[in-house]
């Protein structure tokens, strides 16, 4: 865990807001706290891997020339580790006024393999751990009666396809769980936010069985921060990919199990 004594002193009539990013050690989750800080936000990261996410905090502070950028290490499966972790990170950075859940992991499945221990694996780190640091963001958000709340699903879940089942149904879950918060927290004024990529250049890819149209992270990070400034309730990344799943969604159900994506 960073030092947070070091964190810059703030005038109080213009007090910097506070974002903290689960999975945040590479990908979109490194490109997304990278951007944040570049807009004023002091930026809590977290991820599994800490030699990763220490070097990744020592470079953004020693570009932004003071400590913007705050470790801490967990696992999103160590679901009682959570609220201890929330409320330490909400003692040392004063208020969070933004979480984002990034984390996710696709495993390898071929055509005809049914791994319970892979399906479970997924469903753990892409919809467990957001629904227990999101349960924490929402509890503390309805009380202040504002936040964001971010939430990275997919356009495999979107529709259930014959190459991932436990993956896609993962991420229908988090999609599901996402549009539910919005429809508890908007009367609270609190803004919550699904976004729905498509093929992005991170290490998920190498498992994925068809790709194209791959874009970087720090393209994703960009829509994502235009969408929180918007408030949108779900945003495509890219956009394209908005039109390409309204035909998904439609072609009948006897014509799509016939498909091999």
């Known amino acids: 865990m960073s030092d947070t004594q070091n964190l810059p002193v703030e005038s109080p009539l213009a007090p910097r807001p506070r974002a903290v990013v689960v999975g945040a050690s590479s990908g979109i989750g490194e490109a997304l706290a990278r951007k944040l800080i570049q807009e004023g936000y002091l930026v809590a990261l977290i991820a599994r891997r800490k030699d990763a996410l220490d070097t990744i905090c020592a470079e953004i502070n020693e570009e932004s020339g003071e400590t913007a950028a705050i470790a801490y290490q967990h696992d999103v499966t160590n679901y009682d580790e959570t609220p201890i972790l929330f409320q330490t990170i909400l003692r040392n950075l004063n208020q969070i006024d933004m979480l984002v859940y990034v984390s996710g992991m696709m495993n390898k499945v071929s055509f ?143 014509i799509f199990r016939r498909l091999s994506f």
């Open 112 to 254: 005809s393999e049914y791994d319970f221990a892979k399906d479970r694996e997924m469903i753990e780190v892409n919809l467990l751990g957001a629904v227990a640091w999101l349960g924490q963001a929402a509890t503390l958000f309805e009380r202040m009666n504002a936040g964001h709340i971010v939430g990275i699903s997919s356009v495999a879940g979107d529709r259930g396809r014959v190459g991932n089942p436990g993956y896609n149904a993962a991420k229908a879950g988090l999609s599901s769980y996402l549009e539910s918060l919005r429809n508890r927290l908007t009367r609270s004024g609190v803004h919550v936010l699904t976004v729905v990529p498509g093929f992005v250049q991170t290490a998920l890819l190498k498992n994925a069985r068809i790709t194209f149209g791959v874009i970087s992270p720090e393209k994703v990070s960009k829509g994502i921060w235009r969408a929180i400034r918007r408030r949108k309730q779900v945003v495509y990344l890219p956009g394209w990919w908005r039109l390409i799943m309204l035909v998904i969604r439609h072609i009948p159900s006897f």
